[in-house]
């Protein structure tokens, strides 16, 4: 029956399709994609490649396949074309969204301050990281205006105290002559709450950052649709107050 579907869905007469096309189209020119449905989306990226061709069941198909909007969007040209109906051009559409957003947020986050941005720096990263079958430790420079000057995966695999090594993170904050730092890395398990080891290495990457008197502004980690910020937990504050009191001479 499925194929019977594919197959009616594949033979619909031009006139039928230019029009269903058409009322797509100007729906989103009316109000954006609010009120579209996912598999409405994928068909109008999948006719940017095949423009004469009914896309409809392709779409729905990709959605069952890859479960949802950002599955599809995220899946590789190979597995997309095991569906019937997806083609390189077709294809084409989904993958060029998708380089687009990547490009359209890295060059938003590189051209504004991100001092008090956590959710413009999980939208950014997001992309780069969510999916990921490993940890990887991502670290954005900063200027003294908290302009962006440089982002680096500077380890992969399980982040914990025998991977991430602060010299070669400040090593490279001298290198780019940064003032400020932002820390992110993601959770493959989907779940953003930090381990007690994370919460170690931002205390050490905060302690390593101040004795060259660079300020670490947010640790960023990521899972499944969510983050933590450990600036927004007020964490960083604590850490910078228990630096002052060590430097002190304080014992806690």
Do not use: W
């Amino acid at each position: 029956m499925m194929d019977t579907q594919r197959e009616t869905s594949g033979n619909r007469p031009p006139a039928e399709r230019n029009g269903h096309r058409e009322r797509l189209r100007e729906k989103f020119q009316k109000a954006g994609l609010a009120g579209f449905l996912d598999h409405e989306i994928v068909e109008l990226l999948l006719t940017l490649g095949t423009p004469r061709r009914d896309c409809r069941g392709p779409a729905r198909q990709a959605l069952r396949e890859f479960k949802s909007f950002r599955g599809v969007l995220e899946a590789s040209p190979q597995e997309l074309q095991r569906i019937p109906g997806l083609g390189p051009r077709n294809v084409f559409g989904l993958k060029l969204v998708h380089e687009v957003a990547r490009r359209f947020l890295k060059d938003k986050i590189m051209s504004r301050p991100v001092c008090h941005s956590s959710r413009e720096v999980f939208d950014y990263l997001t992309h780069a990281l969510r999916d990921l079958k490993r940890e990887q430790f991502k670290v954005i420079f900063l200027d003294a205006k908290n302009q962006v000057l440089e982002e680096k995966t500077l380890f992969e695999g399980t982040v914990d105290a025998s991977a991430v090594y602060p010299r070669e993170v400040i090593r490279d904050a001298l290198r780019y002559e940064a003032s400020g730092l932002i820390f992110a890395h993601n959770h493959p398990s989907g779940d953003p709450e930090p381990s007690l080891c994370d919460k170690e290495i931002t205390r050490d990457l905060v302690f390593a950052a101040r004795c060259v008197q660079v300020k670490v502004l947010d640790h960023i980690i990521i899972g499944n649709n969510r983050f933590f910020s450990f600036a927004d937990h007020g964490l960083l504050t604590t850490y910078d107050l228990l630096f002052r009191n060590v430097c002190a001479g304080g014992r806690d």
